[in-house]
């Protein structure tokens, strides 16, 4: 290293061959040369900032020390001498050399190397900064090593591609009516069907200080992966899919399947009956004839037309309306059935009926029928709920005739009917058959034998008739105290065109002009309109 500027040689000419010492360096100048080379670092490195203001502080101190030291006494040689600094989180360890004083020794890179090395600073030594460093004076604080950070890993990431939706299997939506312009709240599945992508955590590196502590990383988290019934992680274990085909829904925060069949396109050319234990699913129109039986739910995301579909344990939903033939579509749901339009349509169903449409259609149903949405009308079909009937409009400008039948089991009213039109057929029989028997009779002696058989062939039929009318008899007395009893059916409509036949029990009324606003129904002996 070459002399430091101060450390002068002063001679008056060639030739003077005594060397006079200098006084020792004021600290005030040292103070001045410190603040000046600490202002520079710090407009290179401002995050060191404070590092470095701690380190000035020190120095300061520390020059104020030597100085004194050097003035004391008879002026002694004083070696150069490097000071060292660690920051805070032992991150960076900074230098500064103190010039040699009174003639003392100058400093070594070797030295200043083995200096640093004991005072513990081992991990990364900034060894080129540190040789250019060192030949440009005294007084300049620059750093000497950095050390390295824990470089963080990546937490593990899953990236859901299909919605979370909680449905199962097909739901009454508002209890009593169905948005048919959303599609039905399901999500059909493939097996093998990706559910979530999944990006496995990413371990980080750890790091080191410049004493040589390991500064260890935060370790990457995995993700949560929801993955329930019917799923599995497969592709190396960055992708959860589909174990069966089936419904995908959301439960307990996991994605499940609802395994069950599930058709893509149409189904129009199968030959027999489609049998399927459990619930069906059916991206197309359903038409040709097909025959369908279910255990469980039957979603038609397009249109039935001839065809005959069972479910013999849910719900049935045509998302795109029923548009079928006269005798060849018929619709049966141990539930409930759904569909905006029932066209031309016998539909069975054992809790309620929901439509915004019905028109030339047989409908049973063992609770209540729902029109109120969108036309929310009925025409020229055949109705029997056992609870109510609920519809905006009942017929059209166009005139026909309807008939509902409410507040009693679906086979009391039917049953009413036929067995007061059988016991009056079997007392006209029987009226008949007195008629023939009597004629007879008066014959007396004068009968032919051909006469005698014929009136015991006769008065044979006469008492299995009267056994049939007396059967029949009890049995409409039956029926007539279930139709006694009080029922809470009812009709609610909002406008009424002619005709519509209505019965609750044996009470019957025949609408033959429009009416408006009717809550039909049976209070006391009699039926009431409004």
Same mark, same amino acid.
């Given at each position: 290293m070459g002399v430091s500027i101060f450390d002068r040689l002063?001679?008056?000419?060639?030739?003077?061959?005594?060397?006079?010492?200098?006084?020792? =360096?004021?600290?005030? &100048?040292?103070?001045?040369?410190?603040? $000046? %080379?600490?202002?520079?670092?710090?407009? *290179?490195?401002?995050?060191?900032?404070?590092?470095?203001?701690a380190f000035i502080r020190v120095l300061k101190e520390a020059s104020r020390a030597r100085y004194k030291e050097a003035i004391n006494g008879e002026l002694r040689p004083m070696k150069a001498e490097a000071r060292f600094f660690l920051s805070e989180d032992r991150m960076s360890a900074y230098a500064c050399l103190f010039p040699p004083e009174n003639g003392g020794e100058k400093l070594t890179?070797?030295?200043?190397?083995?200096?640093?090395?004991?005072?513990?600073?081992?991990?990364?030594?900034?060894q080129e900064k540190i040789e250019r460093e060192f030949g440009l004076g005294y007084f300049r604080i620059f750093p000497v090593a950095r050390g390295k950070a824990p470089l963080a890993g990546e937490d593990g990431k899953v990236t859901e591609l299909l919605q979370r939706r909680k449905n199962m299997c097909l739901e009454i939506q508002n209890g009593s009516q169905v948005d048919f312009e959303e599609d039905a709240q399901l999500q059909p599945i493939r097996k093998g069907t990706v559910i979530c992508l999944i990006r496995p955590p990413k371990p980080g590196m750890d790091g080191m200080d410049v004493t040589g502590n390991p500064l260890p990383c935060p370790e990457a988290i995995a993700a949560y992966v929801p993955q329930g019934k019917n799923t599995v992680i +497969? &592709?190396?274990?960055? /992708?959860?899919?589909?174990?069966?085909?089936? !419904?995908?829904?959301?439960?307990?925060?996991?994605?499940?399947?609802?395994?069950?069949?599930?058709?893509?396109?149409d189904l129009n050319h199968f030959q027999g009956t489609l049998q399927i234990s459990g619930s069906l699913y059916i991206g197309g129109n359903v038409d040709g004839g097909v025959v369908i039986e279910a255990t *469980?739910?039957?979603?038609?995301? *397009?249109? $039935?037309?001839?065809?005959?579909? =069972?479910s013999t344990?849910?719900?049935?939903?045509?998302?795109?309306?029923?548009?079928?033939?006269?005798?060849?579509?018929?619709? %049966? /749901?141990?539930?409930? /059935?759904?569909?905006?339009?029932?066209?031309?349509?016998?539909?069975? /169903?054992? =809790? @309620?009926?929901?439509?915004?449409?019905? @028109?030339? @259609?047989? !409908? &049973?149903?063992? +609770?209540?029928?729902?029109? $109120?949405?969108? &036309?929310?009308?009925i025409v020229n079909s055949l109705i029997q709920a056992e609870d109510s009937i609920l519809c905006l409009r009942a017929g059209n400008l166009a005139g026909g005739r309807s008939r509902f039948s409410v507040g009693y089991p679906l086979d009391i009213p039917e049953s009413w009917d036929r067995m007061k039109a059988e016991l009056t057929a079997t007392q006209s029989t029987l009226d008949m058959l007195w008629k023939s028997i009597t004629r007879l009779r008066k014959k007396g002696?004068?009968? @032919?034998?051909?006469?005698?058989?014929?009136?015991?062939?006769?008065?044979?039929?006469?008492?299995?008739y009267v056994e049939k009318r007396e059967t029949l008899a009890a049995e409409l007395r039956v029926v007539n105290k279930v139709l006694e009893k009080k029922s809470k059916g009812r009709v609610r409509c909002e406008k009424i065109y002619p005709f519509l036949d209505v019965q609750i029990g044996k009470f019957t009324i025949e609408i033959m002009e429009v009416e408006e606003n009717c809550n039909i129904r049976v209070e006391g002996n009699r039926m009431l309109l409004k």
């Open positions: 002063v001679s008056k000419e060639t030739g003077e061959k005594e060397r006079k010492p200098i006084h020792p =360096t004021p600290y005030r &100048r040292m103070f001045s040369e410190l603040d $000046m %080379t600490g202002g520079e670092l710090k407009e *290179g490195y401002p995050e060191e900032s404070k590092t470095v203001d890179l070797e030295e200043f190397l083995g200096d640093m090395r004991y005072e513990g600073i081992q991990y990364g030594i900034l +497969g &592709r190396g274990g960055q /992708a959860l899919t589909a174990d069966a085909d089936g !419904i995908l829904y959301i439960e307990d925060d996991r994605f499940c399947i609802h395994e069950q069949k599930i058709i893509d396109g *469980g739910e039957v979603v038609i995301n *397009g249109k $039935m037309g001839q065809a005959r579909i =069972t344990g849910g719900t049935i939903r045509v998302q795109k309306g029923v548009y079928g033939t006269e005798g060849k579509t018929f619709l %049966t /749901a141990a539930y409930q /059935a759904q569909a905006p339009v029932m066209e031309h349509a016998e539909i069975d /169903a054992g =809790t @309620s009926v929901i439509a915004e449409t019905i @028109s030339d @259609s047989v !409908i &049973r149903c063992g +609770g209540t029928v729902y029109v $109120m949405n969108g &036309r929310g009308m002696l004068h009968m @032919s034998d051909s006469e005698k058989s014929l009136l015991e062939q006769l008065v044979e039929q006469r008492d299995l």
